[in-house]
């Protein structure tokens, strides 16, 4: 096989998160795209390192035979979904199968996998959508929508996304078309992130899937001073299943494209909104983490909330190892340390069984916020502190606080070996691990299972249909020895 070769392949397996392979003599070929167990391929061989390369230019030879039509027509060009031309229940098992196997590696001892738990909902699930303002081609005219596939600049519109609910496309659709006028008109331009020049930069809907609160959130540079009055009224006017409950002007001058605010105008009604989770109820601030999926997130919480339950009753655990101590805890007489709290949602939700929860969060906003919703919520053995978590433990230890079990929530990169090697001191005979990513997550069990840690209980929860992405719930044991 060389560079530039054209050569067949079948796609025999996938690696997660989403790196579909076939093998071509020694060597396993990854054709680039979104392609399934069973697609038989040809394509040109465009990088070759050690035993492995990558197939570009791709012609599908034949059908997976469990391929089904893509239901969105930006499917193959957004980087958003990948699994779209596979029915859910294959999702689920290929995603469960994936975790397993990253699981294993790290765990090279028998646990308990459970079932995945799957979504509620296949499409419309998401709370949450991010779009940028560009355009799809060099000098073409102006998009609001998500990053074509494997492109930092380019654009492209995707008001026919089925991963947000009717009023969201209505939402993004009126906009898109308002600022293209405009654009037309010579009046603004989208900010090109090269030379850092221009008005329009990202635009956020958030809603509570609960209480219906829609939240919309424009991102702009202070480059010009535009009337953002007509386009309020365009917004309120617009026939919704649901209400607007605050729209947001946020003005970033910031170099780095991520959303974040310099200065903010609320241009109608409140700045936050609210959601419920169980009999709970949570404010979202523009900036705040909150679960993309508000479904969803009951069954996560609740397989947390079950693997409480676990370690309070000493369930018999389906693992063969003996060296494990099967510690029951008392958990109305214990104190839980809830890592990465965001907005305090699994602290709130723990507080019920536990003596009292500390959550620690870097985001202070998100804090602010899980704060005052525990008060709100009538919860008063519940304190979230802002700061890195590294650093606040320290201070919590000055205070000679210390955790009986630890509930960890990281984001993407995990944990890590720094803050885990400061968590091993507190030798706590239960640890939750809540991962929404299973390579780092793997990396992290590797630490603690140098340190004397087991898992014991796995569960994968999807809580993103027709992507990649899964959370997995975890329990986490100390050995005897």
């Known amino acids: ?76 060009i957004c980087g958003g979904c990948t699994f779209q031309n596979m029915n859910y229940g294959d999702q689920t098992e290929l995603k469960s199968s994936l975790v397993l196997n990253i699981l294993k590696r790290a765990a090279n001892y028998e646990f308990e996998y459970e079932k995945i738990i799957k979504s509620p909902k296949e499409f419309e699930y998401r709370n949450k959508m991010e779009f940028s303002f560009g355009n799809e081609i060099i000098d073409g005219p ?32 009126a906009t898109a078309d308002y600022f293209r006028k405009k654009e037309e008109e010579g009046e603004l331009s989208f900010y090109h992130r090269i030379q850092h020049i221009g008005y329009l930069r990202n635009f956020v809907i958030r809603k509570g899937e609960k209480t219906g609160e829609i939240s919309i959130n424009l991102i702009t540079t202070s480059q010009i001073d535009f009337d953002l009055s007509e386009w309020k009224e365009i917004m309120l006017n617009l026939e919704l299943k649901n209400k607007i409950y605050g729209i947001i002007h946020t003005i970033n001058d910031n170099l780095s494209d991520s959303v974040q605010s310099d200065e903010e105008n609320i241009l109608y009604g409140n700045r936050d909104i609210n959601e419920r989770i169980f009999d709970l109820n949570f404010k979202i601030s523009p900036y705040s983490f909150f679960q993309t999926n508000s479904d969803g997130v009951e069954l996560l919480y609740g397989k947390v909330m079950e693997y409480i339950d676990v370690i309070s009753e000493n369930e018999e655990l389906d693992n063969s190892n003996t060296d494990i101590i099967k510690n029951p805890q008392n958990v109305k007489d214990c104190v839980v340390f809830d890592l990465f709290s965001g907005t305090g949602t699994i602290g709130q939700i723990v507080s019920k069984k536990a003596k009292q929860v500390y959550g620690i969060e870097l985001i202070e906003e998100a804090v602010k916020k899980a704060n005052e919703t525990a008060k709100f919520n009538n919860i008063e053995n519940a304190e979230f502190i802002a700061g890195d978590v590294f650093e606040k433990l320290d201070e919590l230890e000055e205070r000679d606080v210390k ?36 390579k780092t997550l793997a990396q992290d069990l590797a630490i603690f299972h140098n340190n004397g840690y087991r898992l014991v209980k796995s569960c994968p929860v999807d809580m993103f249909p027709q992507t990649p992405h899964v959370e997995v719930v975890n329990l986490l044991v100390k050995n005897s020895i």
Do not use: Q, W
């Open 1 to 76: 096989m060389k560079r530039g070769e054209e050569i067949e392949i079948e796609v025999t397996g996938i690696e997660f998160p989403n790196k579909p392979y076939g093998v071509y003599g020694e060597k396993k070929v990854y054709p680039v795209g979104n392609y399934i167990i069973g697609h038989k391929l040809k394509g040109t061989v465009t990088k070759i390192r050690n035993k492995k390369s990558e197939l570009k230019k791709i012609e599908i030879l034949e059908k997976a035979a469990n391929e089904i039509e893509p239901f969105c027509p930006h499917f193959n």
């Open 142 to 173: 102006l998009t609001l929508g998500m990053h074509k596939k494997g492109s930092f600049h380019d654009i492209i519109t995707v008001n026919e996304c089925k991963l947000m609910d009717i009023d969201f496309r209505k939402i993004l659709t």
């Open 403 to 438: 955790p009986d079990i630890i509930i960890l929530d990281p984001p993407r990169p995990g944990v890590g070996e720094k803050t885990i090697t400061k968590l091993l001191k507190y030798n706590v005979s239960n640890i939750i691990y809540v991962s929404c990513n299973p």
